[in-house]
C-alpha cells in the first residue's frame, strides 16, 4: 500500500435542507489501496448516505473528498462517477438493454471504440462466471436475481474503476446465493484489486467481506475502524460490544489458523503395538484417549484404557471411538472447534498432507488463542493511546 490513502474523507459533513441535525458529522476516512473497507451500522446512521458522498450522488454541505491526493469535491460529478463503479441492493439494470448493453454503458459514455467494447464486455461475463454466448444478449428479467447481480457487478468494472462503492450489493438475494456471491466475489478481489467501499447492516458480512471494518454510531461517528479479528477480540465500548452481539469471541477463531498453534506431544500407538504399550502411554501422560495409528502413521480411532485391556496387537477393530474429520495445518480454529464438538474425545487430530498424524488440538488450544488474540488486540490500543 502507498503512503497516501487512495481515498480520504475530510470532515466530510452532510446536513440535508429543514434539518439542523447532520446526516454526516465531520467524518474523517481513510480508505487504503486495494482494500475492501466495510461501513456497517445501525439502520438510519448514516453509513449509505456516506457512500453516496464519495462518488457526489450526495453533495457534501463541508468538507473535502480527496481521491488519490486530488481535491474532488468541486470536480465535475458526472466526470467523477464514470472512474469509480457503484453497485447497489436494486441492481438497477436498464430493462430495455441487453446484457452486454448494459455493462458497456460506461465504456460508451467514455467513447471507447465498439470493438473495445465488446472485448471487455464478454471478458467482464466470463469474470463474473456468465457464458458470454448464453447471456450477452438476454434482457435483465430473464435473470435470476443472482445472475442479475453479477452483471451489476460486471457493469459496475466497466470501465475499470481504481474505486468501487457497494451499497448493500447482496441484501436481496437468497442467502445460498448471497454465500456463493460473497464467496466469488472475494475470489474475484483477490484478482483485481480494487479498492471497494462497501455497505451493509450485517456484522457477519462485515466481518467476512471486509479488510477494515468501520463500525459507525449515529450522524456516521466512528465507534471503530479495525480489522475484523481485532475488532472482535476488543470492541472498545459498549456500543460496538453491543453491535457485534454474542458470540464474538468465537466468530474470531475464523481469522486464525491450526499452524499457529504449539501442539505438544500426544500419546498415540501404531495397529501393531502390545496394548500395554498404549495403557503405559496413557498413564504417564495423564489423558483419558490416546490415537491408534494405522502402519502408515494416519490416525484411525480413538482409544481409553478400557478399549485396550484385553486387546491383541493388530486386533483393535471396533474398539474405542471413531476418530472423524481431521484437521490440516491451514483449517482455521473455527473449523476445529466445530470437529471438537462432534468428537466423542471431545477433540481433534491434525494430519499433514500425506494425512500422517501431527498432533491433537484440544479446548485449551482454542482458549489460548483467544485469549492471546485479547491480549495483543488490547495491546494494540494501549500503544494507540501512548502514541
Known amino acids: 500500500m502507498s503512503s497516501q490513502p487512495k481515498i480520504h474523507l475530510d470532515r466530510v459533513a452532510k446536513t440535508y435542507p429543514g ?15 486495494g482494500e475492501i473497507l466495510v461501513l456497517v451500522g445501525p439502520s438510519g446512521c448514516g453509513k449509505s448516505t456516506t457512500l453516496r458522498l464519495i462518488n457526489r450522488m450526495i453533495e457534501p454541505s463541508s468538507g473535502r473528498i480527496m481521491l488519490d ?10 466526470k467523477l462517477r464514470r472512474r469509480i463503479g457503484y453497485v ?7 430493462p430495455h438493454q441487453t446484457i452486454s448493453q448494459n455493462i458497456a454503458t460506461v465504456p460508451k459514455m467514455l467513447g471507447w471504440e465498439k470493438d473495445r467494447i465488446h472485448e471487455r464486455t464478454e471478458q467482464l461475463l466470463t469474470t463474473v462466471g456468465l457464458d458470454p454466448e448464453q447471456y450477452r444478449d438476454r434482457y435483465p428479467k430473464e435473470l435470476s436475481g443472482g445472475q442479475a447481480q453479477r452483471v451489476g457487478v460486471a457493469r459496475a468494472l466497466g470501465a475499470d474503476p481504481d474505486i468501487m462503492l457497494m451499497d448493500e450489493p447482496f441484501g436481496a438475494i437468497d442467502p445460498i446465493t448471497r454465500e456463493r456471491l460473497q464467496n466469488e466475489f472475494l475470489r474475484l478481489q483477490e484478482e483485481l484489486r480494487k479498492t471497494i467501499v462497501f ?18 454510531g449515529e450522524r456516521s461517528t466512528i465507534r471503530q475502524i479495525d480489522t475484523p479479528e481485532r475488532i472482535l477480540a476488543y470492541p472498545v465500548d459498549d456500543f460496538v460490544d453491543d453491535f457485534i452481539g454474542t458470540g464474538s469471541t468465537i466468530k474470531g477463531l475464523n481469522f486464525q489458523q491450526v499452524s499457529g498453534l504449539k501442539i505438544p506431544d500426544y500419546p498415540a500407538i501404531s495397529v501393531s503395538d502390545d496394548p500395554q504399550k498404549g495403557i503405559a502411554a496413557l498413564q504417564e501422560a495423564g489423558r483419558e484417549w490416546l490415537v491408534l495409528l494405522d502402519d502408515q502413521g494416519r490416525p484411525v480411532r480413538w482409544l481409553r484404557e478400557d478399549d485396550l485391556r484385553g486387546a491383541a496387537p493388530g486386533q483393535y477393530d471396533g474398539r474405542g471411538e471413531e476418530l472423524g474429520d481431521h484437521l490440516s495445518p491451514d483449517d482455521t480454529l473455527f473449523h476445529a472447534l466445530e470437529l471438537m464438538v462432534q468428537s466423542a474425545a471431545g477433540k481433534t487430530c491434525v494430519v499433514d498432507e500425506a494425512g500422517r498424524f501431527q498432533g491433537v488440538v484440544e479446548m485449551a488450544h482454542l482458549n489460548k488463542a483467544i485469549r492471546r488474540a485479547q491480549y495483543e488486540a488490547r495491546a494494540h490500543y494501549e500503544e494507540l493511546e501512548r502514541a
Open 19 to 33: 434539518s439542523r441535525i447532520p446526516a454526516v458529522d465531520e467524518l474523517t476516512l481513510d480508505v487504503e489501496e
Open 69 to 78: 491526493g486530488e481535491d474532488v469535491t468541486k470536480a465535475n460529478p458526472d
Open 88 to 94: 447497489i441492493q436494486q441492481i438497477g439494470l436498464f
Open 199 to 216: 455497505v451493509t447492516h450485517d456484522i457477519d458480512e462485515a466481518i467476512k467481506m471486509g479488510d477494515r471494518i468501520a463500525i459507525l
